[in-house]
């Protein structure tokens, strides 16, 4: 199974995943989102618990998805964070995936850029 779909079942289920990272350390993480950066990045949207280092605080990141070298489901659930916003189209321009809010309410997935049709050649 790709990353991406472990990342979505993890989502999904509400399950929290285990994540390795190119460097070799190691995070714990709940999974909300697959998005395209304004840099036409691929990145994850995930809420960190727990890392390698223990003084490291719980927060929010969004690393490359290149940075990740494998993902793995745990049987630990989670809620949703109060503090998600998929909506927030600034820090998340182009969806690909993502959990619904706390409140049931979801971005689905969005449309490419349009193409201008009269580049097209017949």
Avoid at 10 to 31: D, I, M
Avoid at 68 to 83: A, C, G, N, Q, Y
Wanted: one cysteine or more; hydrophobic letters at 30%.
């Amino acid at each position: 199974m790709s990353q991406d779909a472990t990342f979505i079942k993890g989502g999904n289920l509400l399950r929290v995943c285990e994540v390795t990272l190119a460097g070799g350390s190691k995070v714990t993480v709940e999974p909300y989102a697959i998005f395209t950066s304004p840099k036409k990045r691929r990145h994850y949207l995930w809420f960190r618990t727990s890392r390698s280092d223990p003084d490291d605080r719980p927060a929010w990141e969004s690393p490359d998805a290149s940075s990740v070298k494998l993902i793995r489901l745990t049987e630990d659930s989670f809620k949703i964070r109060r503090d998600y916003d998929p909506f927030d189209k600034e820090k998340l321009p182009v969806v690909h995936f993502s959990v619904p809010m706390h409140d049931g309410r979801q971005r689905w997935l969005d449309a490419g850029p349009k193409k201008d049709k009269s580049t097209i050649s017949n």
